[in-house]
């Protein structure tokens, strides 16, 4: 994707701005989802059938990996991941395009 000398491809700047987006909704979303989990995992401890009990934020991640390992942390990240990536590439794609129409305007 190197730039051109003169090239002033509008689409070529909104294709790129959504490929990366969704390239940095994918990589936001494979590692922030173990912060979420654990965020859930102490929001429903003391809930009707749940039965673990953490003294904070790291009690809950020791035990958490002590008894399931580090793939109890990535449980439903893919459907996240599959909701993230679109979401964040036409955020960065539809910025493009409104920048570029409203250049002049502001």
Same mark, same amino acid.
């Given at each position: 994707?190197?730039?051109?000398?003169?090239?002033?491809?509008?689409?070529?700047?909104?294709?790129?701005? /959504?490929?990366?987006?969704?390239? +940095?909704g994918?990589?936001?979303?494979?590692?922030?989802? $173990? #912060?979420?989990? =654990?965020?859930?995992?102490?929001?429903?401890?003391?809930?009707?059938?749940?039965?673990e009990?953490?003294?904070?934020?790291?009690?809950?991640?020791?035990?958490?990996?002590?008894?399931?390992? /580090?793939?109890?942390?990535?449980? +439903?990240?893919?459907?996240?991941?599959?909701?993230?990536? $679109? #979401?964040?590439? =036409?955020?960065?794609?539809?910025?493009?395009?409104l920048?570029?129409?409203?250049?002049?305007?502001?």
């Amino acid at each position: 994707f190197p730039r051109k000398e003169g090239d002033g491809s509008n689409s070529n700047a909104v294709l790129r701005k /959504v490929m990366f987006g969704g390239a +940095g909704g994918i990589s936001a979303g494979i590692l922030t989802y $173990p #912060n979420d989990t =654990i965020r859930r995992l102490l929001q429903l401890q003391g809930s009707k059938g749940t039965t673990e009990h953490f003294a904070g934020y790291w009690d809950c991640v020791r035990k958490t990996y002590a008894k399931f390992g /580090v793939e109890r942390f990535y449980r +439903g990240a893919l459907i996240n991941i599959f909701r993230m990536a $679109p #979401n964040t590439a =036409i955020q960065f794609g539809s910025y493009e395009l409104l920048k570029q129409y409203t250049e002049g305007y502001f």
